[in-house]
């Protein structure tokens, strides 16, 4: 019904940057908020950013400074702009957006793929 596809990931040096990109497509009525979240190995996937279709944004206080997430309701997309990327924030990231299919039914949380993510000298 939904589909999540993220684009944009690699591997960069220590403070380099990379943006990445997720396009929603299929059976959409609305969408609410769109965010960002990583997991690395051995550990829990864990929020990154989030921005609601107002453009309110939130961010984990380990990206704050350096990550920005936008995104373009034109073309239900999400971006995530890393900067001063550091080897901590190697991970796959996954691209999240709470997406109504029709206008009566209730909003549902869809998942991208994911895309790896690697910050190494």
């Known amino acids: 019904q939904v589909q999540l596809v993220e684009s944009g990931g690699g591997l960069v040096q220590p403070g380099g940057s990379l943006r990445l990109s997720c396009a929603a497509s299929?059976?959409?009525?609305?969408?609410?908020?769109m965010g960002w979240y990583r997991q690395a190995p051995g550990k829990q996937r864990e929020l990154v950013a989030t921005i609601t279709n107002g453009g309110m944004t939130n961010y984990a206080d380990s990206v704050k400074g350096r990550f920005t997430i936008s995104r373009d309701n034109t073309k239900n997309t999400v971006y995530l702009q890393m900067h001063s990327l550091k080897p901590e924030d190697t991970a796959v990231y996954y691209c999240?957006?709470?997406?109504?299919?029709?206008?009566?039914?209730?909003?549902?949380?869809?998942w991208g793929q994911g895309t790896q993510v690697t910050v190494s000298s």
């Open positions: 999240n957006a709470g997406v109504r299919t029709y206008r009566t039914l209730p909003v549902n949380d869809y």
């Open positions: 299929g059976s959409i009525f609305s969408i609410n908020s």
